[in-house]
């Protein structure tokens, strides 16, 4: 549900008129997507924005904007964070583009190549992108893919996502498997097995299967969601991590069999999404 007067969209009016004051008729469209436009937005989530520009950012603008990212955890209680790309770079795709400007957690890079430029974050757009209007009195309104201002072709968006979330699972996943193993779970470790560990090994994998498998950008719950449907030995585990995430339970504590149930499910993911 889109509603105006409730957070996160008015934080998202509140940004998007900082953005009209400084970069004026540059700025021709801005869409939400990440967990907000997918209805799975929590009290701790940051805000993901795609900005439409005229023309790419100049150091000037640039300047200009990078504050806003900087201080936005501080101003709004949610770090807002913005991907700046011209109509013709979202019409080459992440895969035709050398970099975009673009705002990873706070911080403004000239010539980012990682974060949201991936095609995950083009099906995104054009599937449940939120679009929001740059002048009062407008009305937010999931994109219109039919829309000539956002030049992305739906069928080439959902492949291109099938892909990227395939290979994120085989080269970033396996090794993070390994990574949160040898921190954990080795003998004697001295590390707690925080929350966002759990939440993280189970839902991330998840979600990046659920496109694989439907062809569609989904949350971090539904994918955990769909996860438990298919794979019921894991319902359990995973109703507890979502109950926690919803703050349904916020007294759940988190242990080692509890993680290594999440890497469990995590290599799972990884092996399917390989096709193993």
Known sequence: MIDRDREPWILVRRFTNRLVEVLGDALRDVVVVGSA??????????????????????SRARDAVAPLHEKSRYEYGHTIDAMYVTRGGLAKGPDGLRSVVASVAGTLYPGSTDGPMNWATWLNIVQSGVRVPLAEGGVMAVVDPRNAGVPIEGEVARDGAVGFSRANLDQYWRSRITLSEQIHLVDGATHPVSAFEVEWMSLGPARLLATVLTGRIVSKSEGGELAADRHPEFGGHLSRVLDARRAVDTTTVWDREDLERSLDLARLCVRLGAGE
């Open 37 to 58: 436009s997918l209805g799975d937005w929590q009290a701790n989530s940051d805000i993901d924005l795609v900005c439409v520009v005229e023309r790419e950012l100049d």
